[in-house]
């Protein structure tokens, strides 16, 4: 295994972590916009994977997405245990904490903390200084953050 995944947990692995330690684990992806085959492309947005404690079921998959340095999110979901895609249990996740309140922080906020609480974050740049964008009820985001087919 490389060494870049030396910490990295599969996705059965995570949960085990989760519900004997009850410390989170998470995975991210990046989202980019219409012409993702662009070799110039940049991520817009992400999308998020959190394995939470609860009390109840053991676990939870908290499933975030949406743009970055905005306050809105495309989704900010519990996905339950039955549901969750194949693709998401194929994903490495790790280790960390995340506190309930980090939930409400702008996309790269929420990485920067989860990725700085597993000790991965030393390179992340310090979004939290810097001015947040809200949107309005009326925003609209492209099915691409959420990860959903396009329509044919």
């Known amino acids: 295994m490389s060494e870049a995944n030396l910490n990295r947990l599969s996705f059965n692995e995570a949960v085990v972590f989760v519900k004997q330690r009850k410390q989170a684990a998470f995975a991210a992806m990046p989202v980019f916009g219409e012409d993702e085959n662009d070799e110039n492309a940049t991520a817009e947005g992400a999308r998020v ?12 998959l908290r499933f975030i997405a949406g743009p970055f340095f905005s306050a809105a999110y495309a989704a900010n979901d519990v996905i339950p245990a039955d ?12 280790p960390t904490r995340c506190d309930e309140d ?42 691409s953050f959420i990860g959903r087919d396009k329509p044919n």
Not at 52 to 58: A, I, N, Q, S, Y
Not at 84 to 93: K, M, Y
Not at 115 to 143: L, R
């Open 49 to 60: 994977f959190i394995l939470l404690p609860d009390e109840d079921e053991g676990w939870v």
């Open 83 to 94: 549901e969750i895609p194949d693709r998401v249990r194929e994903l490495l996740f790790v």
């Open 102 to 143: 980090w939930l409400t922080d702008q996309l790269q906020v929420l990485l920067a903390k989860l990725t700085q609480a597993s000790g991965i974050g030393e390179q992340m740049p310090d979004y939290e200084s810097q001015a947040a964008k809200g949107a309005g009820p009326e925003a609209v985001f492209p099915v």
